[in-house]
């Protein structure tokens, strides 16, 4: 029926990404700003090479918000420049390497640890939420 909403279903909330980011501490920390159907939406300020690492469970999506993001691959390497993304298969074992800082819009498994399988000092075990105010 139209201009009914389901009795358990939560309000649409907007999310100001731009707050996010400016909330965002540090780089490589990613920030949870909403979740669907399983994945969490996070935004992050990278800068620097990140570890290589895969995720066996999940794929992972990496849209560019500003900056340019290059994605190494062991055969071959990707570059993101602003409103291009790349989907990373799981198992692929992939390096994100920023060499000026860049924001990101990710959407990844809910509970996907950024490191993958390599852990480590930028390993993000749970992230914060962003919530607005």
Same mark, same amino acid.
């Given at each position: 029926?139209?201009?009914?909403?389901?009795?358990?279903?939560?309000?649409?909330?907007?999310?100001?990404?731009?707050?996010?980011?400016?909330?965002?501490?540090?780089?490589?920390?990613?920030?949870?700003?909403?979740?669907?159907?399983?994945?969490?939406?996070?935004?992050?300020?990278?800068?620097?090479?990140?570890?290589?690492?895969?995720?066996?469970?999940?794929?992972?999506?990496?849209?560019?918000?500003?900056?340019?993001?290059?994605?190494?691959?062991?055969?071959?390497?990707?570059?993101?420049?602003?409103?291009?993304?790349? $989907?990373?298969?799981?198992?692929?074992?992939?390096?994100? $390497?920023?060499?000026?800082?860049?924001?990101?819009?990710?959407?990844?498994?809910?509970?996907?640890?950024?490191?993958?399988?390599?852990?480590?000092?930028?390993?993000?075990?749970?992230?914060?939420?962003?919530?607005?105010?």
């Amino acid at each position: 029926m139209a201009g009914t909403q389901h009795p358990t279903a939560p309000t649409p909330t907007k999310i100001d990404l731009g707050a996010a980011l400016a909330s965002c501490t540090g780089h490589w920390k990613p920030r949870i700003v909403g979740a669907l159907n399983g994945q969490e939406v996070k935004v992050a300020k990278l800068l620097g090479e990140f570890v290589w690492h895969r995720h066996d469970d999940t794929d992972e999506l990496f849209l560019v918000m500003h900056g340019r993001l290059r994605i190494e691959l062991h055969e071959r390497t990707i570059v993101l420049d602003p409103g291009q993304a790349v $989907i990373v298969p799981r198992g692929v074992e992939h390096r994100p $390497i920023a060499d000026e800082e860049v924001h990101v819009l990710l959407f990844e498994t809910a509970g996907t640890i950024n490191t993958g399988d390599a852990g480590g000092p930028l390993t993000v075990d749970k992230p914060e939420r962003f919530t607005t105010a």
